[in-house]
Nanobody, 116 residues
């Protein structure tokens, strides 16, 4: 069973930065484009950033220019550098395979709270 563990969340003031990390089993990281997702209270989970195995990235318009996704395949780790954080970035952040057909079970997520 694939397990994903997210970390690095916290409470930060608007304009601040956080770096999230996600580690998981080799099966996902060796074959998949990975993504960071977030879910705010009362809202659906949304995909905010993706990265292919070769390093091509993609971002939701809401985070473009502020978030940077990266991965270290040797460490089975995906990162999300979040700069210029806004209160609307407050959510529970998860990682998983970008393609629904490749996804493993969702982890516990890591909470990001941005105060104004």
């Amino acid at each position: 069973q694939v397990q994903l563990v997210e970390s690095g969340g916290g409470l930060v003031q608007a304009g601040g930065s956080l770096r999230l990390s996600c580690t998981g089993s080799r099966s996902i990281f060796s074959i998949s484009a990975m993504g960071w997702f977030r879910q705010a209270p009362g809202k659906q989970r949304e995909l905010v950033a993706t990265i292919t195995k070769s390093g091509t990235t993609g971002y939701a318009d809401s985070v473009k220019g502020r978030f940077t996704i990266s991965r270290d395949n040797a460490k089975n780790t995906v990162y999300l550098q979040m700069d210029s954080l806004k209160p609307e970035d407050t959510a529970l952040y998860y990682c998983n395979a970008a393609a629904p057909t490749d996804r493993g079970d969702w982890g516990q997520g890591t909470q990001v709270t941005v105060s104004s």
